[in-house]
């Protein structure tokens, strides 16, 4: 289906379209380039990318398909760079966790080319990060929402969703507000959260002792403490407002669960954790809402 992918970004999410691009056949040569040569170069021995280029703008040069996949923060110097070679029938996509950020940013940089670009978020991941980690699977079988502009091109946009599909994806469209208010509440808190719990353990004298006894309830509700400090400083930061109103959301149930505590009241703390215990045994992942929400 496509010629030449040119990569942006060869780490966990970049190096992982990749392998899948090409395991399901649908590019013939991918041309990679990523901000440490060292990284570019160990991507081409892992047979992740097959040629390397020496900056963003010659990892265009040719391409059909370039998926940009860096910190959302480099979205917009990483575009600035590629301008030039933006045409009309390149299909661009970036990877991003956040997105009225980069759609913004997309605006600035591409200007009269940004009808090419088409702001994809994949709800997939991991806590690691970095080529070695890439993984041909791991878009297989997830959500992938898209959040078109105004002046995205039709065929640019439909390319994108057979892409996706093509990887074994369920495409679904948003606008990159709702995206960005709804990713605040059920990703980027959770990371928050987790980083947030993480220190505040290991800030403590006893820190260490209590980690070393702690189980798998820590262990699953900490995992993505683990996540790439400079990708997670960059999503914090481009979604704060959203992700500041859902962590005051929290805090106030927080105390809400609190209060009941302090007061002993048995019924309401029961009633509470009864509701929390229900919705997240009923929930699945991925699963299609059925009733309210925006
Ligand atoms: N890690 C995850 O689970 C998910 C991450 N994302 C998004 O994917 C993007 C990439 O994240 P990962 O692949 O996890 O990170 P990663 O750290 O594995 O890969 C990022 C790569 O970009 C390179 N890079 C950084 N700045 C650059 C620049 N200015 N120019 C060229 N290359 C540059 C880095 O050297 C690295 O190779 C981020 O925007 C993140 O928000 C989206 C969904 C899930
Ligand atoms: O590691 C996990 O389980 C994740 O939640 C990964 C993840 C990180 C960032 C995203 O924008 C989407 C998914």
Redesign the pocket.
Known sequence: MFEQLGL?????????FALAMKKAGLVKRVVG????PS?TDR?RQLGVIDVEAPS?LLAVAGADIVLV????A??E??LKAIRHLVTPNMLIM?????KADVVQAARRALRDQVGSFVPA???????????E?ADAELYTGRQVILTPMDRTLPEQFAKAETVWNALGCRVSNMSPESHDAAFAAVSHLPHLLAFAMMNSITGQAEGDDFLSLAGPGFRDFTRIAA??P??WR??LLSNREELLAQSRLFQQTLQNIEQAMQKGDTQALEDMITLASETRAHWRMGAQRTSKGR
């Open positions: 942006i970004g060869c780490g966990l999410m970049g190096g992982s380039y990523s901000k440490s990284t991507a963003a996949a860096v910190p959302v480099a979205t110097a990483t970036d990877v991003g966790s956040t978020h994949p709800i997939t991941g991991r806590e690691v990060s970095g080529v980690h996540s790439d400079k990708v960059d999503i």
